[in-house]
C-alpha cells in the first residue's frame, strides 16, 4: 500500500503523475504539494500550499504530518527563470529546502525512493545540437565552456542525500523530452499554445494553418514524451527494484517529425495546409508576417564528443540558430489575431487567461530547432519498461483535455476545410 508525495502537483508533469497514482488503488495516500494553485478534492488527497523558495521551517511544518509514513517523493517543482544563473540558484535552493525539511520532519525513516523529474537539458539540447540519439551513458557537459545546469547539480545532490543516510533509500532521475500534457498557466506547454495557434488560424481568413517554425525543423527527427506515460514511467521506476539509483530517458518510444504531425494538427483544427509550407525558403518570412531568428550563445552540445566520432574541429566555435518563419509572440500581439481570440473564448467559455499564459516563446524554440532531437530509449527497455504510445495519439488525447478543460475551442466546432 504505497504513499507518495507529489512535489510540483500542479505542473504539467506533476499534474499527470498526481492524476495517475490516485487513479491506482493500491497507492493510499497520495500528498500532493505546489505554491499557489490547488488541485481538485479527492479523498486520497491532501494538498499542502507552501512556498520551497522561502525558509526551511514552514516547509517542515507543513509536511510534518504527512511525512511519518511517507515511502516515494516524485519531485516535479520547477521555477522558470530567462536568467540561467538565476534558474540555476532557484531549482537548487528548492530541491535543497525540500530534502532538508523531509529529513527535519522525519520522512527519512519511511523514506523508499524518490523520483526527480528533469529533461533533455541533461544532454545540452538548449545549447545547440547535441549528440545523437542521446545515451544516459553520455558525459555530462560540465567546466568550460559549459554554462551551469541545475539538473547536474540536483543530480548530485539527490545521490548525496541519499548516501548521507546510509542507503536507506534510493534515487531514479527522469530525463522526458518536450511533455505533451495538460496544466494551468506553466511556463512550458507545447500542446496549449499549438492548439491556440491552430484554433486562430483556422478561424482566420482563408482558413492557412502554416508551421511557424524553420523548414529543417519541419524536416528534422524528434521524440515527445506524454505526461501519462511519463506519470506511468515515474509509477513503475518508484517501484521496481532494479530502477534505483538510476536515470533513464523517458520518451513515447516512436520517433516523429513535423512533417508527419503538422497536417494531422491541421485536419484536427478545421484549417488549410498552405500549398507552399515555406514560400520564403528556410529561413525568410511567410508572407507578411515577422520572422524570428537567434543566434546560440554557447557552444553545441555535439562539440564534447567530436573528437570520439572522428569530427575533431567540427562543432567547437560553431552557433546553432533558431529560425521561425512566424514569430509566435509578435504574431500572438497582433489585433485580428487577438479579436479572433476574444472571439473564440467568448463563443465557447473559454478560460480567460489561457491566451495570456500560452508560452509562445517556448514554442517558438521547439518548432524552430534546426537539429533533430532523438533520445535513445534502450536503458528504459532493458531494465524491464514496456509502456509506449504514438505520439499523435498523445496530442489528440491532451488536445481533448484540454478543451475538457475549457483551456482550447472544441476543434470539431471550427472550420473545416472545403
Ligand atoms: N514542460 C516541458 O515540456 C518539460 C520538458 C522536459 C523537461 N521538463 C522538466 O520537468 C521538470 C518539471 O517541470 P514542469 O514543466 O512539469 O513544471 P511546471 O509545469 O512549470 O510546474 C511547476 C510546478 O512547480 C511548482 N512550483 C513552482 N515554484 C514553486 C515554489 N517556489 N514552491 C513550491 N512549488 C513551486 C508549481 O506550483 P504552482 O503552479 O502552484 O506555482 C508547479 O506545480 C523541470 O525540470 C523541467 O525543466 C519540462
Known amino acids: ?147 551551469k545546469n541545475f539538473y547536474y547539480k540536483q543530480q548530485k545532490m539527490l545521490i548525496k542525500a541519499a548516501q548521507d543516510d546510509g542507503g536507506s533509500w534510493s534515487w531514479v532521475v527522469t530525463y522526458p523530452q518536450d511533455i505533451v500534457g495538460v496544466a494551468r498557466a506553466n ?21 492557412e494553418i502554416p508551421f511557424p517554425g524553420a523548414r529543417k525543423a519541419y524536416l528534422a527527427f524528434n521524440s ?79 562539440a564534447l564528443h567530436e573528437e570520439r566520432i572522428g569530427l575533431k574541429g567540427d562543432f567547437t566555435g560553431m552557433h546553432n540558430e533558431v529560425h521561425q518563419q512566424i514569430d509566435t509572440v509578435k504574431w500572438s500581439q497582433r489585433p485580428e489575431v487577438r479579436a479572433k481570440w476574444a472571439e473564440l473564448r467568448d463563443k465557447f467559455g473559454l478560460e480567460h487567461d489561457s491566451w495570456d499564459k500560452a508560452t509562445w516563446r517556448f514554442v517558438s524554440l521547439l518548432l524552430s530547432r534546426e537539429f533533430s532531437c532523438v533520445v535513445s530509449m534502450s536503458k528504459a527497455r532493458k531494465f524491464g519498461w514496456t509502456g509506449y504510445v504514438d505520439t499523435w495519439d498523445a496530442f489528440e488525447e491532451t488536445f481533448d483535455a484540454l478543451e475538457k478543460e475549457s483551456i482550447l475551442p472544441p476543434a470539431s466546432k471550427l472550420r473545416r476545410s472545403e
Not at 85 to 109: H, K, P, S, Y
Not at 122 to 147: A, F, I, N, S
Open 1 to 147: 500500500m504505497p504513499t507518495a508525495l507529489v512535489t510540483g502537483a500542479t505542473g504539467i508533469s506533476g499534474n499527470a503523475i498526481v492524476q495517475h497514482l490516485l487513479g491506482l488503488p493500491e497507492w493510499t495516500k497520495v500528498v500532493t504539494l505546489s505554491r499557489s494553485q490547488q488541485i481538485p478534492a479527492h479523498p486520497k488527497n491532501t494538498h499542502l500550499t507552501v512556498d520551497l523558495c522561502g525558509a526551511t521551517a514552514p516547509v517542515v511544518e507543513v509536511i510534518k504530518q504527512d511525512a511519518q509514513d511517507l515511502e516515494y517523493v516524485l519531485y516535479c517543482a520547477y521555477q522558470a527563470d530567462t536568467d540561467l544563473d538565476r534558474a540555476f540558484e532557484i531549482n537548487v535552493q528548492m530541491l535543497q529546502t525540500f530534502i532538508t525539511a523531509l529529513r527535519e520532519a522525519g520522512a527519512m525513516n519511511t523514506l523508499k525512493r524518490i523520483v526527480l523529474v528533469t529533461g533533455l537539458k541533461q544532454y545540452g539540447v538548449q545549447l545547440g545540437q547535441p549528440k545523437q540519439p542521446m545515451h544516459e551513458t553520455d558525459p555530462w557537459l560540465e567546466g568550460e565552456p559549459w554554462p
Open 187 to 207: 511556463f512550458m506547454n507545447l500542446a496549449t499554445a499549438l492548439g491556440l495557434y491552430a484554433s486562430v488560424c483556422s478561424s482566420l481568413g482563408d482558413g
Open 224 to 302: 515527445w514524451t506524454s505526461a501519462k506515460l511519463h506519470a506511468e514511467f515515474c509509477t513503475w521506476a518508484a517501484l521496481a527494484p532494479q530502477a534505483g539509483n538510476q536515470g533513464f530517458n523517458v520518451t513515447n518510444g516512436d520517433t516523429e517529425s513535423w512533417q508527419n504531425l503538422w497536417p494531422n494538427v491541421v485536419e484536427r483544427y478545421g484549417g488549410r495546409i498552405p500549398p507552399v509550407m515555406f514560400p520564403n525558403g528556410d529561413t525568410g518570412p511567410y508572407g507578411d508576417f515577422e520572422a524570428f531568428h537567434s543566434v546560440s550563445q554557447f557552444t553545441p552540445a555535439i
